[in-house]
């Protein structure tokens, strides 16, 4: 299921320029996205990963915000020592707003698309 959703790349950004080495390593990464992806199907009540390939752009992206962000909180948690002062509870902060916002297009959403 890894990186089905949004990038590596997409939740370094989201974590900010001063992420630990360790928790943006390859394997860590992995997990964290497993984990993102597994927890925003079961938040939303869909099967996002089946049907991926036929979503519309827009669910894409908003499937991208939310798992980039959830992803990015766990990093900045992971080891919040190299972030400057209130610089990881900004970054928290950040991605918490765009996580729920996204989380909330996303709910009562179908995996299927509909014609017009």
């Known amino acids: 299921m890894a990186w089905t959703f949004c990038t590596s790349n997409d939740a370094q950004v989201a974590a900010g320029a001063n ?39 827009s669910m894409k992206n908003a499937l991208n915000d939310v798992t980039a962000s959830r992803i990015a909180k766990r990093i900045v948690s992971y080891d919040p020592t190299g972030y400057l002062t209130r610089e990881a509870d900004m970054l928290m902060n950040v991605n918490d707003d765009i996580e729920t916002k996204g989380l909330k297009t996303l709910e009562g959403k179908s995996d299927k698309l509909k014609a017009p």
């Open 19 to 57: 992420a630990s080495v360790i928790s943006t390593s390859g394997p860590v990464l992995v997990r964290f996205s497993d984990q993102a992806e597994g927890s925003i199907e079961q938040d939303t009540n869909t099967d996002w990963t089946s049907n991926y390939a036929a979503l519309t752009t």
